[in-house]
């Protein structure tokens, strides 16, 4: 019968207390973590909660000696209780994770000391940390496309808030919106779960996308090559609109500029656009606009605005 998840990080808590400057006991551990593969995330839970316990007791204000008399043991299992509820998201990452930026309207190509590569696309932040035995992605906002090297000995996983996306070699990208993270493969295989539910894990295979939201069974949807070209056509600086509402553009085109584009008129935001334009020229897709559509453009310093002349309304 398969260990519950508590028995596991029961287990990884005596493993991350025995392994605090004892690295004597490396050869043991390779061997408890080839058993399951879900002992490397409890793992480095419980490492992150063991950093956390050493952290709190150097915090002004932090009294810790009240607690000698319980074992190390039990003070880590709570730690690692804290960490689950995301405590300073170090369940996923501790905190001698590289860590990279993209500002907006900046698309930004890392390389990653694996091979690998990842695309930042505007406003975008990620926390990279490789070992022996994982790689480890932390999404925190935004959108990344990565391009995994193969290496069958070290999965790749990115985490989006409680989502976890994990690949060998292949290629994808994750993107976090609202209370949702969009997956996007562009080739090989990707598995998809929520933390928690790790029994309910999802294979979506190239040329599918799928979205993940709370309280939804996630169903991968297979996408013509064109659509995916399309939703990913910004690692190359292009917003590409066939059939999207004009509401929809000005809001992607909102996400790589400071000036913003106001649609003032329900009924114009509803009308559908098509076109291809650089992300960086709300001004030109304005003013295309407003020809196709016969409305009037008023450009401000912050924002440029779309409406109908009021006798059309």
Not at 81 to 98: R, V
Not at 156 to 179: I, L
Not at 184 to 210: D, F, M, N, P, Y
Request: charged share 25%; no cysteine.
């Amino acid at each position: 019968m398969p260990q519950s998840a508590n028995d596991i990080d029961d287990e990884a808590a005596d493993w991350a207390a025995r392994l605090d400057g004892r690295p004597g006991e490396d050869a043991g551990v390779e061997s408890w973590l080839a058993g399951d593969p879900r002992r490397a995330g409890a793992l480095l839970r419980a490492r992150a909660a063991l950093s956390l316990l050493d952290r709190a007791r150097a915090l002004p204000g932090v009294n810790l000696q009240s607690h000698r008399s319980m074992p190390r043991r039990r003070l880590l299992v709570g730690a690692g209780t804290l960490l689950a509820a995301g405590i300073g998201g170090l369940a996923f990452l501790h905190l001698s994770a590289e860590r990279y930026q993209a500002g907006v309207g900046e698309i930004r190509r890392v390389p990653l000391a694996d091979g690998s590569s990842a695309t930042l696309n505007t406003a975008t932040r990620l926390a990279v940390q490789l070992d022996k035995t994982q790689r480890n992605i932390r999404l925190d906002q935004g959108e990344a496309w990565f391009r995994v090297a193969k290496d069958r000995t070290r999965p790749f996983v990115v985490a989006a808030g409680n989502v976890r996306v994990r690949a060998v070699g292949t290629a994808f990208s994750v993107r976090r919106q609202g209370d949702g993270v969009l997956v996007l493969v562009t080739e090989g295989v990707v598995e998809v779960w929520r933390e928690g539910a790790q029994s309910h894990r999802v294979k979506v295979g190239a040329g599918s996308r799928i979205v993940l939201v709370a309280g939804q069974p996630p169903q991968p949807i297979f996408e013509p090559a064109q659509v995916m070209d399309d939703a990913l056509a910004w690692r190359q600086g292009l917003i590409v609109m066939r059939g999207m509402s004009l509401g929809e553009a000005a809001a992607d085109f909102n996400r790589y500029n400071t000036r913003k584009l106001i649609v003032d008129d329900p009924d114009l935001a509803a009308e559908t656009v098509v076109g291809r334009f650089r992300t960086d020229e709300p001004e030109a897709f304005a003013s295309s606009v407003a020809i196709a559509l016969e409305a009037g453009v008023e450009v401000r310093p912050d924002a440029i605005v779309l409406r109908r002349p009021r006798a059309a309304q």
